[in-house]
């Protein structure tokens, strides 16, 4: 018996498969052709469904994003507007002032304001490479996505397994969150100001409206500098072409330098006042030495200044005792030196006295 | 130095100032007259100390610069660089520079009979200052500049040879120095 018992159940497991098959030959038994058919179609359009609503959801993204690249990409060319008629508006003013101004000072408003502008434009430069690169680069980028998992979609044929379907869904919807991520870490910050650069942008527009503003404000100042300049610069330029003159006059006219000794002292007074721009003092009172009293044109840090306007001065005896008197004063230490100026000549006897007495001279 | 100031004071006034000057120097000269001394200077009020005195000043003066006006030509600025230089004393200095003057002053009245300490005459560029009187022709000793001006040049040319000449020459105009030699 347990032999046969052994035996059977030896038998039992083949049998046990084979109605296993047949139990499944006897299932499809069970549906007809019609029926697979059927199943096979409802399968089909659920994929067919599934397809149409992946790719429903994918152009709806794609149109989100598009939507706000466009949003993004216009705010930007708004900005960009404003920053290029502030620099254009710098630039004017900037143009403006040089044109009235000659003088240093308008020169460097000028440079500064240039600086600005150039800084402004480089500013918006890099903005624009900012936004580029950070926004359209990955909005592009997840596009591609996008059209490359609508692309496998397309090439499914209508019964091919779901999870192609699946796969390329999840490639789509990955495409989008990586456009969405970089939307929300560039364009869409950006868009909504958070990001710094975004501000930085608006204030590029600022900025170069308020340089503008300020540099029209600077324009009328600046002219009347420039203005004042260029006429003290002419003054300037006049008196220097006279006093230019003045030295080579020989004999001078009589209504500039007059011939009278006392008028003449006094003019190389006035003169020698004008070449030391009204340094120093003029003593009212002398100095006294042993030979008398002695005035000087010009005191300053205790040296001596002396203004001789005649002709060729000659060595006269005034001339002589005036050269002693001096030469007492820097010799008892009252004066630390004394330098005489001629203005229409002098004889080689008076510079040799002056120089045997250690008194310094100029000669126009 | 800034005398200016003392154009404006009568004789009275002035009185004054040389009084307060005198009292005021001989103190602080006779205070720094040891560390003359230490410094090998015999600080006596002779005449021949008066040069190794100043000498012994000036070297502790020190000048500083001062900026030129703005409104003066070039060459100008520079004539009055080479003569000068656009320099000043700073303050401790000018305090040296009134002992040094009445060093000079009371050497000169303590040797020379007839000199005498006075203010400058009213119709003069010294006028109201502390000067020496007594010397021929009228003249009159300022006592302070004249110092002030013997160290510039001491500094300058490292040389007391000019001192030495100036000090010679007032002598000479002294009254009583022929007696004195």
Known sequence: ?364 | MGWELLDSLTTEEAQIVLRNFLEVEEKAVREMVPAATRDGIKADFSIASIAPMLVWIAGQLKQVPIEPPSDIPDWIRKEHEKNCGWMEFDEPSKVLIFRAGYYLGEAFVRNLRGLAWGTGHPDYADKNRPVVTGFTAGMEMAATTIAENMMWRINRTKSDEHAKKAIAHWLSKAPGYADSR
């Not at chain 1, 650069?197 to 608006?202: N, Q, Y």
């Not at chain 1, 100042?221 to 020989?250: R, Y």
């Open chain 1, 1 to 364: 018996m347990v032999s046969r018992g052994h035996t059977d159940s030896l038998l039992t497991k083949p049998r046990r498969q084979c109605i296993a098959v047949t139990a499944f030959a006897g299932g499809a038994g069970r549906y007809g052709a019609a029926e697979i058919a059927q199943a096979q179609a409802d399968a089909a359009q659920q994929i067919k469904q599934a397809l149409t609503n992946a790719q429903t959801q994918d152009q709806q993204l794609n149109q989100q994003a598009l939507d706000q690249l466009a949003g993004a990409q216009q705010q930007v060319s708004t900005m960009q507007s404003n920053l290029q008629a502030g620099i254009a508006q710098s630039m004017q003013a900037v143009q403006s002032i040089q044109s009235t101004g000659q003088q240093e000072v308008t020169s460097d408003i000028a440079a500064l304001a240039k600086a600005n502008a150039n800084r402004n434009a480089n500013w918006a430069t890099d903005a624009n490479n900012l936004i580029e690169q950070a926004l359209v680069h990955p909005l592009q980028e997840g596009l591609n996505y996008v059209t490359m998992g609508a692309g496998f979609l397309a090439l499914i044929p209508g019964l091919e397994p779901l999870m192609v379907v699946a796969g390329a869904a999840s490639l789509a919807n990955a495409g989008i969150s990586a456009l969405e991520g970089s939307y929300m870490s560039a364009g869409m910050y950006a868009v909504t100001g958070v990001i710094p650069f975004a501000g930085k942008i608006a204030d590029i527009g600022e900025m170069a409206d308020g340089a503008a503003a300020a540099l029209n404000e600077a324009a009328p100042a600046a002219e009347v500098v420039a203005s004042d300049a260029g006429q003290v610069e002419s003054q300037v330029l006049a008196a220097d072409g006279v006093a230019a003159k003045l030295p080579e006059a020989s004999p001078p006219p009589m209504a500039i330098v007059p011939r009278g000794a006392r008028q003449l002292g006094r003019w190389g007074e006035v003169r020698l006042s004008q070449e030391l721009g009204g340094l120093g003092i003029k003593p009212s009172s002398p100095l006294i030495t042993s030979d008398g009293a002695r005035y000087f044109d010009r005191l300053i840090g205790n040296w001596a200044y002396e203004a001789k306007a005649g002709i060729n001065v000659g060595l006269t005896t005034a001339i002589q005792r005036q050269v002693l008197k001096d030469a007492e004063l820097i010799a008892i230490d009252r004066i630390k030196g004394a330098t005489w100026y001629f203005f229409q000549g002098v004889q080689q006897q008076v510079l040799d006295l002056l120089d045997q007495n250690g008194i310094q001279y100029v000669v126009y």
